[in-house]
């Protein structure tokens, strides 16, 4: 079992940053890829960026040049600044881990707001 706890988010104007952290517990060596997901009002839970074992890294199209994930060098810890956020950011940001059999993982998400 791998438990995720993220911090970091609040509130913040148009074009500020913020930064994000998800620590993981449990059988942190079992984890290979780690990453962000979003749900904001009424929308789907859409990925926002991932960073594999190899660290490795895919973003979605809206974030790609603004946003940018990595992790600690323990593999136990990610990260994700955020920098010009824009107001369409606005969401829950979720932590998500998985394993190699397909396991995944969820922390219980961290609010961003960003006010226009």
């Known amino acids: 079992q ?3 706890v993220e911090s970091g988010g609040g509130l913040v104007q148009s074009g500020g940053s913020l930064r994000l952290s998800c620590a993981a517990s449990g ?3 079992s984890i290979n890829n780690m990453g962000w997901y979003r749900q904001a009002p009424g929308k789907q839970r859409e990925l926002v ?4 074992r190899a660290s490795s890294t895919n973003y979605a199209d809206s974030v790609k040049g603004r946003f940018t994930i990595f992790r600690d060098g323990a593999l136990n810890t990610v990260y994700l600044q955020m920098n010009v956020l824009k107001p369409e950011d606005t ?3 979720y932590c998500y881990a998985d394993n190699l059999r ?5 922390g219980q998400g961290t609010q961003v707001t960003v006010s226009s």
């Open 49 to 52: 960026a991932i960073i594999t």
């Open 102 to 106: 397909a396991v995944v993982y969820w």
């Open 2 to 4: 791998v438990q995720l």
């Open 91 to 93: 969401a829950v940001y």
């Open 27 to 29: 059988s942190i060596f």
